[in-house]
């Protein structure tokens, strides 16, 4: 079982599935006041179905708790932060082996820090990489240092990357792997009047980074980003409809088309009122999309919605009360179970 040959066979058997049958979600859960790693998953494919949730719980010695950045390939990265700075560490979820910690992580001292993370494959290396950016004030009339910093599986420090642009905020989640590359969206550029939200992706193998234009008119406040059939999405949420565009070929954002533009009421929800959120998850080989539906009100009610993206309709199903509330999050991670080592 742990034969490389064997473990990427194991590996792209999975991921040839359809992503309905194979994938699991997986999201942080905080116990108390002590911070530990707790993580809860389930099948996607049991959404449809029983909706049993597996919870397991990760220790790590009394060390701080981790949140979770992302998984690639079965593998999860968290990340701690401590006193000096920031560590990372990967863990198998399906094996239960769990890395070192890596060497700790430090940015300029000042007196305020917004930071992302992101985490991916390396397929030149054969290697799992972590990009840590961070905006800092220096002080009240300096304005923020933007910062890139790289870490890979098993080595000995953080490496700084080199002509990174500078950032005028950061987005709430962290990047999207795809092939390679990890994405985000963010505004660039160090005054309002001059900056521009899009997409920028790094590249793990030269550990570059490259910017990419968004859709005509997309609003940075309410734009995701997510990966679905190794072709990267973005999406918005407006509370009144959702609209869902793929880019046909990644690294050229003139092909963007839109999949996906439909009206709350196409669901029967009140737009507003309700104050839904609809959270696409994965999309299955035939192209329907899977997506989560919670409104946030005092009875929190839970929606599986499945869309049919070529005809427009919908199968929607009702999550029986309290069987779901523990799992989703903004901060869901989806991901395929595998025999890869974490280090």
Request: net charge negative.
């Amino acid at each position: 079982m742990s034969d490389p040959y064997f473990i990427k066979l194991h590996l792209s058997k999975f991921a040839a599935k359809d992503d309905l049958e194979h994938l699991q979600l997986m999201k942080n859960v905080c116990l108390g006041s002590i911070p530990e790693i707790h993580m809860e998953s389930c099948d996607v494919s049991s959404l449809f179905h029983s909706l049993q949730i597996e919870t397991f719980l990760f220790d790590f010695e009394n060390m701080p708790g981790y949140h979770l950045v992302g998984s690639c390939n079965g593998l999860h990265c968290g990340v701690s932060e401590i006193p000096e700075g920031y560590r990372v560490c990967f863990w198998n979820k399906a094996t239960r082996v769990i890395s070192r910690e890596s060497p700790t992580l430090s940015f300029s001292l000042g007196i305020g820090r917004r930071k992302m993370f992101g985490f991916g494959y390396d397929p030149s290396s054969d290697k799992y990489k972590v990009v840590a950016i961070a905006l800092t004030m220096l002080s009240l009339d300096v304005f923020e240092k933007t910062e890139m910093k790289f870490y890979g599986a098993g080595d000995s420090s953080w490496r700084n990357l080199k002509g990174f642009p500078v950032l005028w905020t950061l987005p709430k989640v962290d990047g999207v792997y795809l092939s390679g590359t990890l994405n985000w969206v963010v505004i660039k550029g160090k005054e309002t009047i001059h900056s521009e939200i899009v997409i920028i992706y790094v590249d793990l193998e030269k550990e570059t980074c490259r910017s990419l234009f968004l859709p005509d008119d997309f609003c940075f406040f309410d734009t995701n980003i997510g990966v679905f059939r190794d072709s990267l999405c973005v999406w918005q949420d407006s509370n009144t409809h959702l609209g869902l565009w793929q880019m046909r070929k990644f690294g050229d954002d003139k092909s963007w088309i839109q999949l996906i533009n439909f009206s709350y009421l196409h669901l029967n929800i009140r737009p507003y009122e309700e104050k839904s959120m609809i959270l696409p998850l994965c999309m299955s080989n035939n192209g329907d999309f899977f997506m989560l539906k919670f409104t946030r009100n005092a009875d929190d009610e839970y929606q599986t919605i499945l869309y049919n993206q070529r005809d427009g309709k919908s199968q929607v199903s009702v999550v029986p009360s309290g069987s779901f509330r523990t799992l989703l999050w903004r901060n869901l991670k989806i991901f395929t179970e595998s025999l890869v080592i974490p280090y």
